[in-house]
């Protein structure tokens, strides 16, 4: 499967209340190991599970290998595997031929709000929305795998 | 997908020769995680990948959940995530209704053998067959992932 590149930017929340949404999906996800050069993590969505590998950043790239399965596995795994868990919901926005990729925390990370987008090489030029602030690629804390250990409503 | 329960033998290698075999399977076998409470195992075979987390042993029964992966992707995880590595040819063997399979080890662990049963109950009656020897199903050394870390050949 492979590489994943892909960059992730803080929101400005007054901008993105503006914005018309689609239907958002609820993610339930939590991680079997959180060692950042062996993400293994576990996600359920309404109707399908997905089990995804991922391996160290270097630079905005990293290696990920995502697999479906079943939903009532990926429940049952997180219920028996997953050390720590987050939940979000996730709101698909097409802007000038990018899908950006906007997560909505909930529970302990309630508050943040961030926005990736995959790009095909670390060099692609895109557009940013006027929605879109602060880039947060290369800090730590916002990893999804950090966010269930040391969740955002925790930060000083 | 769920629970396993399995019984395994060691075998008696002078009847184990007489045995008519089927052509074997090689198995490329490695370990994401060797933590006995969520053990993740990359397998290659011939023409496809398997990843499969299991959980902790309780009698003979553990929790698996496998799903089969392409063979590209094997490879690259083994390559890129596997902490340890073993590698075996499989035979599987019908004999009075029920299926065998049987781990000739290779590499640091040649010498081995290896025959287990998957049961429906931990209480499962079943013939024994003549090159079938002592169970070590409780036996921890003979874990295969603790055979990628402490090989056979490595034993007293």
Not at 33 to 52: C, F, H, M, Q, S
Request: proline share 3%; glycine share 6%.
């Amino acid at each position: 499967m492979g590489k994943e590149i892909e960059r992730k930017f803080l929101l400005n929340h007054a901008e993105w209340e503006k914005v018309e949404k689609p239907a958002g999906k609820h993610f339930r996800q939590g991680y079997i190991t959180t060692d950042p050069a062996k993400t293994i993590r576990v996600r359920a969505t309404e109707n399908t599970g997905w089990l995804t590998i991922k391996g160290m950043s270097v630079g905005a790239t990293r290696l990920e290998y995502e697999y479906e399965i079943p939903l009532t596995d990926a429940i049952e795994l997180l219920d028996n595997f997953s050390e720590s868990e987050l939940e979000k919901t996730r709101y698909e926005i097409e802007f000038c031929d990018k899908l950006w990729e906007v997560d909505v925390f909930r529970g302990q990370n309630q508050g943040l709000i961030v926005a990736e987008i995959e790009l095909s090489s670390e060099t692609e030029q895109f557009e940013l929305p006027l929605w879109v602030a602060e880039e947060v690629t290369h800090d730590k804390r916002y990893y999804n795998s950090n966010l269930t250990v040391h969740p955002f409503q925790d930060w000083k």
